[in-house]
């Protein structure tokens, strides 16, 4: 099993709805998740941290924890074209400060 | 506040030549860490400094290396280089105990 798996995608949505990112995790010590937006051409930036379990929201960014599932999820809510990206989630493996990320979801909305 | 910079942003090198990059943190961050972004793999992480200490090591050859100086800037070293090692190369900077990660620009290495 890999450490962190992410639908491949790549997902499409029509402008204003809600964007649905999800990423499993197979060490259930990981105590820091983390979402990153990256742009074509562009390196990754950081646009959601999470450590407890529920919900996180920040703007139109929810960040959705749940340790037993071992589940992280992002939703977009009004999702412009301006958000369309690719969505990598990354964990701390291990309870150290490496990151392992997913391959990524590709967000295209739609105008 | 300045974001991390990396140097150079890009790079053409030929199979068998060495190349070293360089990184500077976010002012007041000790922390740097080093990843390999390729399409077939992802991130990728190569290894981490913390006040000029190797912390983490990732599972890539001895041909990788890095150090961190006393201003917490970072240089990685390739030696040998491969055409497998084409890719962009990536720093992100931490402040102290925090988690959050913070990438710069990167390098693009492009191997002929």
């Known amino acids: 099993q890999k450490e962190v798996e992410q639908n491949s995608g790549p997902l499409s949505v029509p402008e204003g709805a809600i964007a649905s990112l999800n990423c499993t995790y197979s060490d259930r010590v990981s105590q820091s998740f983390f979402w990153y937006r990256q742009y074509s051409g562009k390196s990754p930036e950081l646009i959601m941290s999470?450590?407890?379990?529920g919900d996180k929201e920040d703007g139109r960014f929810t960040a959705q924890l749940n340790k037993a599932s071992q589940y992280v999820s992002l939703l977009i809510r009004d999702s412009q074209p301006s958000d369309s990206a690719t969505y990598l989630c990354?964990?701390?493996?291990?309870?150290?400060?490496?990151?392992?990320f997913g391959k990524g979801t590709l967000l295209t909305v739609n105008p | 506040k300045a974001g991390v910079t990396q140097t150079p942003r890009y790079l053409i090198k030929t199979r068998g030549q060495q190349v070293t990059l360089s990184c500077s943190p976010i002012s007041g961050h000790r922390s740097v860490s080093w990843y390999q972004q390729t399409p077939g793999q992802g991130l990728q992480f190569l290894f981490e400094?913390?006040?000029?200490?190797?912390?983490n090591k990732g599972n890539f050859p001895g041909r990788f290396s890095g150090r961190q100086f006393s201003n917490s800037r970072s240089e990685m070293n390739v030696s040998t280089l491969e055409l497998g090692d084409s890719a962009l190369y990536l720093c992100?900077?931490?402040?102290?105990?925090?988690?959050?990660?913070?990438f710069g620009p990167g390098t693009r290495l492009t191997v002929t």
């Open positions: 400094y913390f006040s000029e200490t190797q912390r």
């Open positions: 999470i450590y407890s379990n």
């Open positions: 992100a900077s931490r402040l102290g105990e925090m988690y959050e990660q913070y």
């Open positions: 990354a964990v701390n493996i291990g309870g150290n400060y490496k990151l392992t």
